[in-house]
C-alpha cells in the first residue's frame, strides 16, 4: 500500500467533505426550486381561473349591453319608420293649399297649379327617402359605439 503524507490526505479529507456539502446544498437547491415551482404552478392556476371568471363576467355584460343596444336600435328604426310613413302620407296629398273660389280669373296664373302641387309632391317624397336613408344610416352608426 502507498502511504500519503499527512497533509495530502487532510487535503483529500477536506475536498471529500466539500465535495459532499456541494452534492447536499444542490440536492437541497433542487428540492426548494421544485418547491417554488410548485407554489409557482398553484398561484398561477389561481390567477387563471380568476382571469376566466373575469373574462365570462365580461363577456356576460357585453352581451347584454349588445342587446340592450339592439333593442335600442329596433326601437329607434321603427319610431324612425314611423316618422316616414307620415312624410310619405303627406307626400301623396296636395302641398298647395286650395284655390280660392273668388278667383277672377285662374289663367293670369303665372304657374301651372297642378304641375307645382306634382313638382312639390315629388319633392317632398324624395327628400322624405333621402332622410330616412341618412337616420337609418345614423342611427346604424350610433349603435355600433
Same mark, same amino acid.
Given at each position: 500500500?502507498?502511504?500519503? $503524507? &499527512?497533509?495530502?490526505? #487532510?487535503?483529500?479529507?477536506?475536498? *471529500?467533505?466539500?465535495?459532499?456539502?456541494?452534492?447536499? &446544498?444542490?440536492?437541497? &437547491?433542487?428540492?426548494?426550486? %421544485?418547491?417554488?415551482?410548485? @407554489?409557482?404552478?398553484?398561484?398561477?392556476?389561481?390567477?387563471?381561473?380568476? @382571469?376566466? !371568471?373575469?373574462? *365570462? /363576467?365580461?363577456?356576460?355584460?357585453? #352581451?347584454? /349591453? #349588445?342587446?340592450?343596444?339592439?333593442?335600442?336600435? !329596433?326601437?329607434?328604426?321603427?319610431?324612425?319608420?314611423?316618422?316616414? &310613413?307620415?312624410?310619405?302620407?303627406?307626400?301623396?296629398?296636395?302641398?298647395?293649399? $286650395?284655390? $280660392?273660389?273668388?278667383?277672377?280669373?285662374?289663367?293670369?296664373?303665372?304657374?301651372?297649379?297642378? /304641375?307645382?302641387?306634382?313638382?312639390?309632391?315629388?319633392?317632398?317624397?324624395?327628400?322624405?327617402?333621402?332622410?330616412?336613408?341618412? *337616420? *337609418?344610416?345614423?342611427?346604424?352608426?350610433? %349603435?355600433?359605439?
Amino acid at each position: 500500500m502507498i502511504t500519503l $503524507p &499527512g497533509w495530502l490526505q #487532510k487535503l483529500i479529507l477536506y475536498a *471529500a467533505v466539500v465535495i459532499a456539502l456541494l452534492g447536499v &446544498g444542490y440536492i437541497k &437547491g433542487c428540492t426548494d426550486a %421544485s418547491e417554488e415551482y410548485v @407554489q409557482f404552478k398553484a398561484t398561477l392556476a389561481a390567477q387563471a381561473d380568476t @382571469q376566466v !371568471k373575469r373574462n *365570462a /363576467e365580461r363577456a356576460r355584460q357585453d #352581451k347584454l /349591453e #349588445k342587446e340592450r343596444r339592439d333593442a335600442e336600435y !329596433k326601437r329607434n328604426i321603427a319610431r324612425l319608420e314611423r316618422d316616414l &310613413g307620415r312624410l310619405r302620407q303627406r307626400a301623396r296629398a296636395s302641398v298647395l293649399p $286650395p284655390a $280660392p273660389t273668388e278667383a277672377r280669373d285662374p289663367s293670369r296664373a303665372t304657374f301651372d297649379r297642378a /304641375e307645382l302641387d306634382r313638382a312639390l309632391r315629388e319633392f317632398t317624397g324624395a327628400t322624405a327617402e333621402l332622410i330616412g336613408e341618412g *337616420a *337609418a344610416a345614423v342611427e346604424g352608426l350610433d %349603435s355600433l359605439r
